[in-house]
T-cell receptor
């Protein structure tokens, strides 16, 4: 069965620092990859997604992620974080022709002023 | 436009009682999903519906859990004889179809507490 691993459970950064959140998955076939974000008190919303083509995908609010097939990774990056980026970030995948999302355990990002 | 809505936002119940959680998907979305978010298990898939096809129930944790979708729109998740381990936030999502490339839009969730 497929799985998603997010090794950073809690990350604390100062404003303007660069961000990279790790995401690795376990599945040998075709995958669609997603990053969702949950701001405090809000519902899950999509940051970005990858299906095929250019492995570097750009999302909302200056986030980007790079799909590296050989490493089974889909890390999330942002050059300069803001206090408003404080949230929980979830990496997820959909395999092959399936429809259900398989989520990682999430990374809580805290940005300090 | 209106997003996915869920009711109630919070539900406190006693162990052994039945509960019903409601989801109103985005208008026109044919696919509807239920997930559960709990401290011990993270975010996990429960069930999804696509149009008039038989639902994929592969994520339901026990036969105490069931769901239906009436008229291809509103869905109700029912938990019978609730247990303390059922305490979680139950999330509903909808999408235009079940292609893995469709974005799933999530509702605010129902926080269920079983005493």
């Amino acid at each position: 069965a497929q799985s998603v691993s997010q090794h950073n459970h809690h990350v604390i950064l100062s404003e303007a620092a660069s961000l990279e959140l790790g995401c690795n998955y376990s599945y040998g076939g075709t995958v669609n990859l997603f990053w969702y974000v949950q701001y405090p008190g809000q519902h899950l919303q999509l940051l970005l997604k990858y299906f095929s083509g250019d492995p570097l995908v750009k999302g909302i609010k200056g986030f980007e992620a790079e799909f590296i097939k050989s490493k089974f990774s889909f890390n999330l990056r942002k050059p300069s974080v803001q206090w408003s980026d404080t949230a929980e970030y979830f990496c997820a995948l959909i395999t092959g022709t399936a429809s259900k999302l398989t989520f990682g355990t999430g990374t809580r990002l805290q940005v300090t002023l | 436009g209106a997003g996915v809505s869920q009711s109630p936002s919070n539900k406190v119940t006693e162990k052994g009682k039945d509960v019903e959680l409601r989801c109103d998907p985005i208008s026109g979305h044919t696919a509807l999903y239920w997930y559960r978010q709990s401290l011990g298990q993270g975010l996990e898939f429960l069930i999804y519906f696509q149009g008039n096809s038989a639902p994929d129930k592969s994520g339901l944790p026990s036969d105490r859990f069931s769901a239906e979708r009436t008229g291809g729109s509103v869905s109700t998740l029912t938990i019978q004889r609730t247990q303390q381990e059922d305490s979680a936030v139950y999330l509903c999502a909808s999408s235009p179809g079940t292609s893995g490339r469709n974005t799933q839009y999530f509702g605010p969730g129902t926080r269920l507490t079983v005493l």
